[in-house]
């Protein structure tokens, strides 16, 4: 968080898709938990949602 800022700035950046996965229920994840660096990337949401559209840079 100390690039992009609070979670509330990062969620306001990818407010305009239909779901947003940096405002959800899970209070202040790591970014980690889906940003992997050099490894593939996941979505921490599909582990008990299934978001086909959403893709994790």
């Known amino acids: 968080m100390v690039c992009h800022g609070s979670y509330e700035k ?3 950046r990818t ?3 239909d779901i947003n996965p940096h405002d959800s ?4 994840p790591d970014c980690t938990s889906c940003h992997r660096g050099h490894k593939k990337p996941v ?3 599909d582990e008990c949602h299934e978001f ?3 893709k994790v840079p």
């Open 52 to 54: 086909r559209e959403l």
């Open 15 to 17: 407010d305009k898709n």
């Open 10 to 12: 990062v969620a306001a």
């Open 25 to 28: 229920h899970i209070e202040n």
């Open 43 to 45: 979505l921490l949401c």
